[in-house]
């Protein structure tokens, strides 16, 4: 029973190297020659690596005597690597081994030339070396050439001679079983097998050089960028990015009653109580505003660089009330502003240009047209800075309910209509019996009437370095950097022109004078520079 469970797991254990895709049959030639007819199966399941499981089977008296006999079974399982290639050329074994015998009167290492007949089984594992050799041109057929050793136990019965002798007693022995085989192999085609390759060794390999890759272009040479700059418009251009109300005296309009001063962006109001022309900074949130108003017209005049040319005042009073009251009012509305700026910023009153708006008649009607629409469910301009006053911000839907659309196409057409101001106010007054004007004077004309308008005008030292920075950055555009530098040169005490001078002086071969304007540059924020710094670093 041990016998043939050692025989299964050997089987078992071979089987896989069999399994695979490309497989090769073998007869040892040498085995056969001792009547012991033999096949081997053999399987590749890698590039050089083959699993073989070869089995013997000998029935066969080996003379005359019938006493004289080597009846066997062996099984050897094997693996091989093969230094070039499956199935070709020079290859090393390992293997295990088993055989079950009946043999007597022979001269084997089992045993010695007795007399006595033995049958058992013995077990073992040795090495080999071998050589492949390739027969026909198909590449299908080999003659293998094997020699190696095992070393193997046994455990058997020793008989008496006689065909039926008698029992004479167990017995065990160690022995080196050598071996040799002379094979002829068939290879048969498998989806491993690799017909270019195979018995590649006969022949030396020739060296496959990757393909050759082409010479990497060369990286572009980096041109460094420049720009244009802006004016210096010192602290007065500073200050206008964040304060609208600043503006250049090329902008400068002189006011008339036409202008829609609600509709101008960032104009700063401030308020007066009703009928009165004090100007009050705890009221309403004039507080804010003159601080501003203030401070804008202190740093400018501090400045070196830019001055102010002009202080615009607009004193305007709502259409309530007679026109003659309502005119004084704007003018001591204006008249206090301007007051207000003189005593905490001192300035001479030339710098002045206080306006008297009268009744705000121009800014009443736009604001009845807006009214107009958005009761029509129209969208109104909101502009940038817009006082809330002259947003609507206030007239909800349900404060909008308390007004008509015929109402307010009423009050547009008595304005577009009547030219005497007093008269105009009177028909808008009896509207329906005074409803529409208790909507207006709730709703609308607490803001108009205590209104009053601000803007600056300034102006700044011409600018030359920046002109002649641009100038010179014009004509690098053209690529004349050789007119341009010697214009930078005379710049070169200004920050902005490091940069341009930089581009320039390496366009002239300068690299070392060039990279220390950059750094210079760089070293004060310039964005082109550092990147012109990165660029330009291994180069």
Known sequence: MLRKAFLFVIILLSWPFAGRAQWSLKNNLLYDAALTPNLGVEARFAQKWTGALNVGFSPFETGTNSTRRWRHLLVMPEARYWFCEAYSHHFLSANAVYSHFNASRLDLPIY???????????????????????????????????????????????????????????????????????SLAWVLPGKHFNKERAHACDEEEPVVL?????????????????????????????LQKNNPILSHISKYEPYDDTRILRKESNALYVFFPVNQGELQPAFRDNEGVLDRIVDITRQVLADTISTVKKIQIIGLASIEGSVDNNCKLGEERGLALKSYIQEHVPTPDSLYEVANGCEAWSEFRDQIKDISLMKAGQKVEVLPGMPAAATNAALTPEVLAGVSEEELAEILRIIDTESNLNRREQLIRQLHGGRTWNFLRQNILADQRNSGYLRIYFDYVPDAAAKAINRATALMKENKFQEALPILETVKGDSRAWNALGVALYKAGQKEQALAYFRRAAAEGNQQAKRNLEGLKDR
């Open 210 to 238: 990757p393909p050759a890759q082409p010479e990497p272009a060369p990286a572009p040479a980096y041109e460094p960028t420049f720009a244009f700059v802006e004016d210096n418009t010192g602290r007065a251009g500073e």
């Open 112 to 182: 010695g030339t007795d007399d006595y007949r033995y049958q058992g089984d013995f077990v073992g594992a040795g090495v080999s070396y071998g050589y492949a050799i390739p027969i026909g041109k198909n590449k299908h057929w080999n003659i293998e050439f094997e020699i190696g050793a095992d070393l193997c136990y046994a455990w058997y019965d020793k008989y008496n001679c006689e065909h039926c002798g008698g029992l004479i007693g167990p017995g065990h022995k160690w022995f080196v079983l050598p071996k040799a085989a002379v």
